[in-house]
């Protein structure tokens, strides 16, 4: 890395994100569920959103858009989450409280099935000129935010399930 | 001695899906009602059989729900407690170079019947199973009655039972002991049990269950089987029988990678197969790993070692590694390489390859064709074959 770089990037780590950032490229959530013996779902968007107002990140993901690789199971989770009256889930964060590198940890509010509630979640930052790559999980209880998860032949997908993004933004 | 003969070249595979790890399912327990996979589906696994497996000419609709079609019978809701199925089998084995060339072999006619009561569960299977003269199908260590003697060539229908036992379910489903006859916990619980991998260990779910005990364990890393072996008490008398343990354990790097590794000791005062004391180990590792949605990689190897009372008498090893290919769902395109020598003074490992193709093509049916090349390998000579296998596969 040149002097220069070095130095840039020095000025950026040491900072926090509290800029404007706009999304760059593909943001993607995920989900991670489990139920009984070993059973566990994987679910997957690469259509979420990330957008900063100077004040907040946002990082909003339409429930239509997660595939779980079961179209079956999609109807369900759809018909679990309320989508239809409910159909974005949302993740602000105040950007003052994000840094800009390494692991951290932060609260945010998480909004699902139209109920909000603070989460906190652990994330990390990695950030190359104006470019900041941001990974991040938090666990949930899907009973918090007053879903009730119907069992399935047998087959009930537990409450605390793990949600994760994974995003770029420039300023 | 009542019969000892241990042919088991092309009988009666259940079903077992080791592939669906690309569609995250790496644990078997909530769709199979055997905790480490294969055999009878559960009323869930019917649901994902017909969501998953079947084919379509059309990708299937979110809001379309599960059909009266994936029922037993292809319509029967059955009472929660009650979990019946069936597995019908028959095939044709095309053998260019061989006396007879062509073998029709009805390879199962099981029924499955499983009692749920809260954490217990009895599971059991019965059907009819053929003895054949020319060792091609046979029923073998998983048959009741009559019991043949191939010296007299007595009978060709037998009364087969491959799996009964008595099992309870505990820490919220994450572990399950069982009493009974099983399939022994080992390796992939891959279809073909006549590859090197199966047949050599003697750990397929065709004729492999033993009487024992076992405790399985599902989570959504970790999952595995211990099960201490009695015996197969439908091969007599009792010197034939072998006791110790088999057992697996299979960590889930990720949703779509797993490594797991097997181990097995059992000892018999008279080997099947020689007839002599022997201790008979295999210890090895697998893999299932999906790349993509639409491709599988499977593979096996492992070590064995048969060893008499006074000596280190053989070492040898089997492995297999397997592609599964959906060409479109409900369509595989399957291609298996494998490897195995029996220590028996043969100059070079046995070889295999298989080309298969496995097509879905209504709820509960598949028709199924391998093409089997092999060199055999033994002290005297190495030979080639190729054998073409046609199979239609009801499973109700």
């Known amino acids: ?171 | 001695m009542r019969w000892f003969l241990l042919v088991s070249l092309f009988s009666a595979p259940a079903w077992a899906f080791p592939w669906m790890v690309k569609h995250s399912y790496g644990s078997c327990a909530a769709c199979h009602v055997d905790p480490s996979g294969s055999g009878q589906l559960t009323p869930y696994g019917r649901a994902q059989a017909d969501v998953l497996v079947r084919w379509r000419t059309q990708p299937r609709k979110d809001e379309e729900e599960v059909p009266a079609s994936a029922n037993f019978l292809w319509f029967l809701e059955l009472p929660e407690f009650l979990n019946l199925s069936g597995n019908f089998r028959y095939g044709s084995l095309i053998r260019p170079a061989a006396a007879v060339k062509f073998v029709p072999l009805l390879m199962a006619t099981d029924l499955y019947a499983t009692l749920n009561f809260g954490p217990i569960v009895a599971h059991a299977t019965t059907g009819v199973g053929t003895y054949s003269t020319r060792a091609i199908a046979y029923s073998g260590p998983a048959a009741i009655a009559p019991l043949c003697d191939p010296s007299k060539g007595a009978c060709s229908v037998q009364w087969v039972a491959r799996e009964f036992w008595l099992g309870a379910k505990l820490a919220d489903e994450a572990v399950m002991v069982r009493a009974g006859r099983m399939n022994l916990p080992f390796g992939l619980r891959n279809s073909e049990h006549t590859t090197f991998v199966r047949a050599l260990t003697r750990t397929d779910f065709n004729i492999g269950q033993q009487v024992g005990l076992s405790a399985a364990y599902n989570s959504e890393a970790l999952r595995g089987e211990v099960m201490g072996i009695a015996g197969n008490f439908q091969v007599g008398p009792d010197a034939y029988r072998e006791r110790g343990y088999s057992a697996f354990a299979e960590y889930s790097i990720s949703h779509s990678a797993y490594l797991g590794l097997s181990s097995l000791i059992t000892s018999a005062v008279a080997d099947l197969s020689t007839g002599l004391p022997m201790v008979r180990h295999a210890h090895g590792l697998f893999a299932r790993i999906a790349p993509t949605e639409k491709f599988a990689l499977l593979g096996e190897a492992d070590f064995l070692a048969w060893q008499t009372p006074q000596q280190l008498d053989r070492l040898g090893f089997a492995a297999l590694v397997q592609a599964d290919l959906d060409l479109m769902q409900g369509l595989h395109l399957m291609g298996t390489i494998e490897g195995g020598h029996t220590g028996s003074g043969e100059p070079g490992p046995s070889l295999g390859g298989w080309l298969s193709a496995a097509w879905y093509f209504l709820p509960h049916c598949e028709l199924r064709l391998d093409n089997i090349f092999r060199r055999n390998s033994s002290a005297t000579a190495a030979t080639f074959e190729y054998q073409l296998l046609i199979q239609l596969h009801l499973f109700l």
């Open chain 1, 1 to 171: 890395m040149s002097p220069t770089r070095s130095l840039l990037a020095l000025t950026l780590f040491t900072g926090s994100l509290a800029f404007a950032w706009t999304q760059d490229g593909t943001a993607t959530v995920t989900f991670d569920a489990k139920g009984p013996a070993g059973f566990k779902i994987h679910g997957t968007s690469e259509k979420a959103a990330v957008a900063d107002d100077g004040k907040n990140l946002k990082v909003n993901v339409k429930l239509e858009d997660i595939d779980t690789d079961n179209g079956l199971r999609n109807k369900h989770m759809l018909e679990d989450t309320h989508a239809k009256d409910f159909p974005v889930v949302t993740l602000t964060v105040p950007t003052a409280s994000l840094k800009e590198t390494g692991a951290q940890e932060a609260t945010g509010t998480f909004e699902l099935n139209g109920q909000k509630k603070d989460v906190k979640f652990s994330y990390t930052s990695q950030c190359q000129g104006s470019v900041c790559e941001i990974e991040g999980s938090a666990p949930l209880n899907l009973g918090d935010f007053g879903i009730k998860i119907r069992s399935y032949l047998g087959v009930t997908v537990k409450p605390d399930i793990t949600v994760g993004a994974k995003f770029k933004v420039k300023k």
